[in-house]
C-alpha cells in the first residue's frame, strides 16, 4: 500500500526503475559482481564491482586489462547521477 502512494506522490512510474542482473566472477582470488543495467534499453551498461577486505588489500590488486577505466570517484557514474539523467531529464 505505501510503495504504490509513494509512486503516486512521486510521480514515479514502474519505466523510471533502473533494472539490474547481477552476475559473480572470481578474478585474481576476488570476487567480482559484474553489474549490468538497463538490458535493452539506448542505456544498458555494464560495471564491475570487487569488495577488498582492506585497503591493503585494494592497492596490492593488479586489474585485468579488460578491466577497463577505474571509475570508482568519477561521479557521472554514481547511480544516483544515471537516474536523474536517465529518467528525471528524459521526462
Avoid: C
Avoid at 555494464?46 to 577505474?70: C, M, Q, R
Wanted: no cysteine; charged share 30%; aromatic share 16%.
Amino acid at each position: 500500500k505505501e510503495f504504490n502512494e509513494l509512486m503516486v506522490v512521486g510521480n514515479i512510474k514502474e519505466e523510471d526503475f533502473i533494472e539490474k542482473h547481477f552476475y559473480k566472477y572470481s578474478v585474481n582470488n576476488h570476487e567480482l559482481t559484474l553489474g549490468v543495467t538497463d538490458i535493452g534499453r539506448s542505456t544498458e551498461f555494464f560495471y564491475g564491482e570487487i569488495e577488498f577486505n582492506s585497503s591493503e588489500d585494494a592497492v596490492l590488486f593488479t586489474p585485468p586489462k579488460w578491466f577497463g577505466e577505474e571509475v570508482t570517484d568519477d561521479p557521472q557514474y554514481k547511480m544516483s547521477n544515471f537516474w536523474e539523467k536517465t529518467r528525471i531529464k528524459s521526462k
